[in-house]
């Protein structure tokens, strides 16, 4: 059987940076708030011309430019996003339209801050079965024209920012590298925890407008924080030592952890949990926010730019958010 690479890596995010600062003029929080609670410090909103589809085609440029292959070689498309252009279809086809990838197969992930590493979890299937030769897997989030910038909302929308990043998945050239497992995990019961109910089948748009209108709440994210928080500290530990025990390591033995951007302070007990050190964990969600499904590509890409992901080294991706969902994702760069 194939095993599978990540090729190539790339991620694009909007230019218009928004402090925390920006932040506490249109609505009651302060950059000390934002920054004790989460740790970030900015985060992007995109302008009106560029779209999830414009960011994730910017994203697949430059993974398609740092795998050195032709988009030609590119055989599926995988597309995680919770904030798509339109109710249907999904971005995956206008991504591909894009492109200028005449008929090949667009997939769309509907799994939030883990669809990233579900769709991962995909490709490594389809490389692995020799089914498809190279994968673009897209994460892109457009938040920020979907948040209640009110003080009424500022619980959510201090926390999440726009973005896209993209990877290539290949067939290994060798058996030593590629990707060693992945491992995904849902919980059902926990799906009103952090929601958008609205424009929904369950409240479609004709409702909203003879209802409350613009006041329905159920038209913005809701999140019940504390809650999150408490089973996002202990699914990442639970999800990385499954990885890790399915491969008969250890967490000393991971060379760089990248977790979902959920929230520093997620990273940080995370960390301590797992006995890491600090060069063991990468973030970046000062910068960036909550992300969702961008958040991993983005952080990957980064890292490696950085100079901090090298052949043979044991990079470990680990994701936690809404459904809820959890997944891992441990590879031998
Ligand atoms: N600025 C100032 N004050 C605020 C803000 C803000 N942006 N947001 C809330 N507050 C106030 C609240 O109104 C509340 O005031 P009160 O005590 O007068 O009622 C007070 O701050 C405390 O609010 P809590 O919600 O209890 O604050 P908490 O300490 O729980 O922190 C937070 C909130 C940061 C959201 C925290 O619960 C958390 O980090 N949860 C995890 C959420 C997360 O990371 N989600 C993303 C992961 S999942 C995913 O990626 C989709």
Known sequence: MNSAIIKGIGYYVPKNVVTNEDLSKIMDTSDEWITERTGIKERRWINNDESTSSMALEASKNAIQDADIEKSAIDFIIFATLSPDYYFPGPGVTLQKELGLDTIGALDVRNQCSGFVYALSIADQYIKTGMYQNILVVGSEYHSGGLD???????????????????????????ERGILSTHLHAQGEHAEELT???????????????????????????????????????????????ALKKNDLNAEDI????????????SQ???KKMGLTDSQVFNNIQK????????????????????????????????F???????????RW
């Open 149 to 175: 910038k009110t003080t009424k909302g500022r619980g959510v929308s201090v926390i999440f920012g726009d973005g896209a990043g993209a990877a290539i998945v290949s067939k290994s050239p060798s058996k």
């Open 196 to 242: 958008l109910i609205g424009p929904s089948t369950r409240r479609w748009v004709p409702q909203i407008i003879d209802g409350a209108g613009k006041d329905d709440d159920a038209i913005y994210p809701y999140m019940n924080g504390t809650f999150v928080f408490k089973h996002a500290v202990t699914r990442f530990p639970e999800v990385i030592n499954e």
């Open 255 to 266: 060379d760089l952890l990248i977790p979902h951007q959920a929230n520093l302070r997620i």
């Open 269 to 271: 007990f995370v960390q």
């Open 288 to 319: 960036y926010g909550n992300t969702t499904a961008a958040s991993i590509p983005i952080a990957l890409a980064e890292a490696k730019q950085a100079g901090l992901v090298s052949q043979g080294d044991l990079i470990c991706l680990a994701a």
């Open 321 to 331: 958010g809404s459904g809820f969902t959890w997944a891992s994702a441990l590879i």
